[in-house]
Structures are given as C-alpha cells and as structure tokens.
C-alpha cells in the first residue's frame, strides 16, 4: 500500500540520516582520517566516478588495496561520508591501503552500471597502481549494505563481459580481486520479503519503489531475470575463474535485509570452492550497520581474513 511504501521510504532515510549524524559526532570527537589522494576520476561517464585513496603510515610500499564500496540502498551515500569512513578507518593502521568509491546511484543509471564502476574503478586502481604506491596483486573488495552486494558481485562475477564497464577504460586489465568482504549486503532480491515472514521487520523489498526495484530498473518480482542477472550467486554457479575468499558478516537483527542473506551465500560459495575460503560471521543482536561491526575486535577479524589472503 502507499502507507506502507511511505512507511518504508521514511524508516530507509531515517536510518541512514540517524547513521551519518552519529558518525558526525564520531568524527567531531575523535577524528577520522583524511585522504591523501582526494575525488580523483577513474571513468569519464559520470561525475559520480570519483574515488578517494587513503594510504598507511604503518608499513612500506607498495600497499596491499582494499576498494571500499559505501552503501546507502543503492541510492544515497558518498564515498567520504563520516559513517563510510568510519566503517574502514580502523583498517588502515593494520598497513592497508584504501581506496573509498563513488558509484552510479539508482536515480542515474540502473543495473548494471553500479557494477560496471565498480570494476571500472579496480581497473583504475591497478593500472595506476605505482603512481599511488599501491599493490596491484593485492587488492580487495569490502562494502556495506549495498556496497556489500557491489563487493560480492566483484567477487563473483569475472570475466563476465557486459558486467565489465570495459568502455569506460582499461579494458586491457583485470578487475579480478584477491578477497572480498561483505557486510550484510542483499544477495537475491526476490527473496528478501518471503525470509521476512513472521517477523516484526518490514516487508516491502517487492513494492515498485523499494531499493532493489528503483536499482533493476523495474518491480523486482516483475523481473526475474534482472534479479538473476544482478545476483552473485548465479555466477558462482556458472563455469568460470575460482572466486576469491569470501569474508561475510550480518547482524542477527538487521530488519533491513535479512540475515540469512549472508547464508545463502556463502551455501553457494562452499560448493565452489574450499570452506577456508568461506567466512560467514553472525553478530547476535546487531541491526543493519549497527555498532558491532565497527568495534576493535571486530575489525581485528577482518584485517586477519584479509592477512591471510592478500
């Protein structure tokens, strides 16, 4: 109903505003850091196609690189917004180099352009990897929400061309990754309001006007085989390249997307490759991008999946 889609378009924009004005105050008080390389264009389709690099001082060059993708339901959220930042700064001190992206939201291109930037952008990255001192054998991806699901379909989905972006520049390289982290990012859309029955938590991802359907181009339920085409898992099931690590983390009470979003995919990543390769990690009682997944000891468990694969 058009109650419950207002209902759910207030609840989306109020969480994310509530996100951004907590992380305000973070960075107020504690400081969060700055980049050393700021806005830089990596394609020249959009202005949205800008990435800022942050570089350790904890180790030499050349740095191991990790393509963070903001999250934001497709639509909102910037590369350098207090929560974005936020969700890696503790990262860099561990020797890792960032690189935190913009993409094409959904109000000016729809699937697959997200993904084509993304992978435009790690193209970039590695073709310029010397002039910013960066590591081009070692880079992964990690984003939140969906940036999440962007850095899962990174990860998933080599050498698949029309995901590619190649017209937006170095086709002749690789946007193929070393190890991917997503943070309760949705893997199959059509399923999401089903996995939400019999819970408190708003069961609007098929209405005309929900994230995944203004990202598709189309009600989602109405279109399945967009939702196919802009799922990770159908390429893990396809023959091709072995996928990367996979490192998969989602709070118990996140009533934006379903928990067990991150279970179905890594269900399908087990069958591809071998289970060490597989992190999937439940935080009991967090929401969607709630406090615990940036604690210390939290993000010790990421730069540890990442030291171990990168």
């Not at 996100?19 to 020249?44: E, R």
Request: hydrophobic residues 35%.
């Amino acid at each position: 109903s058009t109650g419950q889609e207002e209902k759910h378009n207030t609840h989306t924009m109020a969480v994310f505003v509530v996100h951004v004005l907590l992380l305000s105050i973070i960075s107020f008080c504690c400081g969060l850091p700055v980049p050393q390389f700021k806005d830089l264009p990596y394609a020249s389709v959009s202005e949205s196609q800008k990435l800022d690099i942050y570089l350790p001082t904890t180790v030499s060059p050349p740095y191991p690189l990790i393509v963070y993708i903001h999250g934001g339901a497709f639509k909102y959220g910037d590369k350098g917004d207090n929560f974005t930042v936020s969700n890696f700064a503790s990262i860099i001190p561990y020797g890792y180099a960032v690189a935190s992206i913009n993409y094409r939201l959904s109000g000016e291109a729809i699937f697959p352009a997200a993904v084509q930037d993304a992978k435009t952008a790690v193209r970039f990255l590695r073709s310029n990897a010397d002039k910013y001192k960066l590591d081009p054998f070692r880079i992964a991806t990690w984003g939140d929400s969906a940036g999440g699901h962007l850095s899962a379909m990174v990860g998933a989905s080599q050498d698949v061309p029309f995901l590619e972006g190649a017209d937006q520049g170095y086709s002749n390289v690789s946007s193929a990754v070393s190890a991917t982290v997503d943070w309760y990012g949705p893997t199959d859309f059509l399923t999401m309001d089903q996995e939400f029955i019999g819970t408190s938590c708003p069961r609007t991802h098929n209405d005309p006007d929900s994230p995944e359907s203004l990202y598709i181009g189309a009600p989602i339920q109405t279109r399945p085989d967009l939702c196919q085409e802009s799922s990770p898992m159908t390429y893990l099931t396809q023959v091709r390249p072995i996928p990367p690590p996979f490192f998969i983390e989602h709070g118990t009470a996140d009533c934006t997307v379903p928990p067990v979003q991150g279970t179905l995919l890594a269900q399908v990543l087990n069958q591809v490759v071998d289970p060490q390769m597989v992190t999937l990690i439940y935080l009991q009682g967090e929401g969607h991008g709630t406090d615990g997944f940036r604690t210390a000891q939290n993000i010790a468990k990421v730069a540890q999946f990442l030291d171990q694969w990168l």
